[in-house]
């Protein structure tokens, strides 16, 4: 058994490394990274292979796969992305499309390539991590929101057009609200409201990607929170994201 995880260098990627090297998964461990990749795989108990490589260009990401595709990959886990805090106006361009490349096109890509083989022998995992942040618009995170919503929906998609082929292959999207990882500090943010730990996010999302789950969303708050956006105008819900996004102190 073997899997690939992208954004493994520490946050979600890392502790997914750690929970499925103890389930026996043998680990492709995918970023930018090295050291920090080095140290994680003394932790593990399984094989693991540490591939330096930057996936926010579509060239790498086709590096990638034609590294890994003789590996029968069982589980591919598309954890690689980054938040920014602001107002749109305000934001760098440079960097908000630095984010679409990496939060879209490298999830994309790596989900069209792995998706076709895993197709051809009729078995697979692919999870997506988008996030709660998905089912609303964002003012003040606009791009963000955007790209995750992008991620959910192309699953979602997805996933419907398996089951229509009657497809033993899944794929599924990870939706959680605020986790204690390095994703604050790089959005430069710091979040005002409770936040879930990793391990906790992680293992109930490979718990729930076994039962087939298609939309993954870890922690009571977080369910309670998204149902209301479902059924809130969006007027009101642009009101109250705003309201989220502003408690947020600037680091």
């Given at each position: 058994?073997?899997?690939?995880?992208?954004?493994?260098?520490?946050?979600l990627g890392?502790?997914?490394?750690?929970?499925?090297?103890?389930?026996?998964?043998?680990?492709?461990?995918?970023?930018?990274?090295?050291?920090?990749?080095?140290?994680?795989?003394?932790?593990?108990?399984?094989?693991?292979?540490?591939?330096?490589?930057?996936?926010?260009?579509?060239?790498?990401?086709?590096?990638?796969?034609?590294?890994?595709?003789?590996?029968?990959?069982?589980?591919?886990?598309?954890?690689?992305?980054?938040?920014?805090?602001?107002?749109?106006?305000?934001?760098?361009?440079?960097?908000?499309?630095?984010?679409?490349?990496?939060?879209?096109?490298?999830v994309h890509?790596?989900?069209?390539?792995?998706?076709?083989?895993?197709?051809?022998?009729?078995?697979?995992?692919?999870?997506?991590?988008?996030?709660?942040?998905?089912?609303?618009?964002?003012?003040?995170?606009?791009?963000?929101?955007?790209?995750?919503?992008?991620?959910?929906?192309?699953?979602?998609?997805?996933?419907?057009?398996?089951?229509?082929?009657?497809?033993?292959?899944?794929?599924?999207?990870?939706?959680?609200?605020?986790?204690?990882?390095?994703?604050?500090?790089?959005?430069?943010?710091?979040?005002?409201?409770?936040?879930?730990?990793?391990?906790?996010?992680?293992?109930?999302?490979?718990?729930?990607?076994?039962?087939?789950?298609?939309?993954?969303?870890?922690?009571?708050?977080?369910?309670?929170?998204?149902?209301?956006?479902?059924?809130?105008?969006?007027?009101?819900?642009?009101?109250?994201?705003?309201k989220i996004?502003?408690?947020?102190?600037?680091?």
């Open positions: 058994m073997k899997a690939l995880i992208t954004g493994a260098s520490s946050g890392a502790e997914f490394a750690k929970i499925l090297s103890d389930k026996g998964y043998d680990l492709i461990l995918v970023a930018r990274r090295k050291k920090k990749m080095e140290t994680l795989a003394k932790q593990l108990k399984t094989n693991v292979k540490i591939i330096e490589l930057d996936i926010s260009s579509t060239y790498n990401c086709m590096k990638l796969y034609d590294e890994v595709k003789k590996e029968k990959i069982d589980i591919l886990i598309n954890n690689a992305g980054f938040g920014l805090f602001g107002k749109f106006n305000d934001t760098k361009l440079d960097s908000e499309l630095d984010m679409i490349d990496l939060n879209i096109k490298t890509t790596l989900t069209k390539l792995f998706l076709k083989d895993f197709k051809k022998r009729d078995s697979g995992y692919i999870l997506n991590v988008a996030s709660a942040a998905a089912f609303l618009p964002g003012p003040l995170m606009s791009t963000y929101y955007a790209t995750k919503a992008y991620v959910l929906h192309l699953t979602l998609a997805i996933n419907e057009e398996l089951k229509k082929d009657s497809s033993n292959v899944y794929i599924g999207a990870l939706c959680p609200g605020p986790v204690d990882t390095e994703f604050n500090k790089v959005a430069k943010v710091k979040f005002n409201l409770p936040s879930l730990t990793s391990n906790y996010v992680c293992e109930y999302a490979i718990k729930e990607m076994f039962k087939n789950k298609s939309i993954i969303i870890p922690g009571v708050k977080t369910k309670i929170g998204i149902y209301l956006s479902k059924i809130l105008p969006t007027k009101l819900k642009l009101g109250v994201s705003y996004q502003e408690s947020k102190d600037k680091c």
